[in-house]
């Protein structure tokens, strides 16, 4: 998809659709695409999150910013076949335990505060730790554990994280997630003012 300006103003997109590239007049088209977690091997981001849209505005001239600033969440399940799916910090909050394969609480290696050390922490420590020891870099992932929580707290807090992992095989009440941080949160993007609207009259981007 393209969009088409003249004299500096949206004047619609051309697009290919079954084989065919096709015109659209419109004075205004909003920008609605998502982020691009999925330039990341490992992102929370459903599979159409490829930033798409920002490389439209910016093929049009659009001002970018800030697309240096992407989060990665430390814990994102790791099981293959299965999406990265977001294991809330919550979880963390209410005292699961981030260990590696031989069941040590490596995080306090990178910070006093362990596991419960703010995002960009925890990932890094991830990150670092599974650069030391682990043994095969595809699907690498430490454990998260659930077990020092009552169970009834689990079951009445994360339902749907229980639910999930069972889909995929994963008991939480009796063994760990497979965890591994992924890219979650894209700060940057297209430039636009508080009406959303860009630096290209006529575009405007969605901002849920």
Known sequence: MWLATQKARVQ?????HEGKIQWLK????VLATGGGGQIFAQTTNPEVSTGDGIAIAWRAGAVLRDLEFFQFHPTALIKPGAPRFLISEAVRGEGA????????RFAFE???AGELA?????????FHHLHKTAT???NAHVYLDLRAIDSDRVRDRFPNIINVCQK???DVFQ???????????????????????????GLIEFIP
């Open 110 to 112: 990178y910070h006093p």
């Open 12 to 16: 619609g997109i051309s697009l290919l």
């Open 97 to 104: 335990h981030l260990i590696d394969n031989k069941g040590n």
């Open 168 to 170: 995929w095989g994963i």
């Open 26 to 29: 419109s004075s205004v088209v």
């Open 175 to 201: 063994e760990p997630i497979p965890v591994a941080p992924a890219a979650h949160y894209w700060m940057g993007g297209v430039a636009c003012d508080l009406m959303s609207q860009t630096s290209i009259p």
């Open 136 to 138: 095969k870099p595809t």
């Open 118 to 126: 703010p995002r960009d922490v925890v990932s890094r420590a991830i």
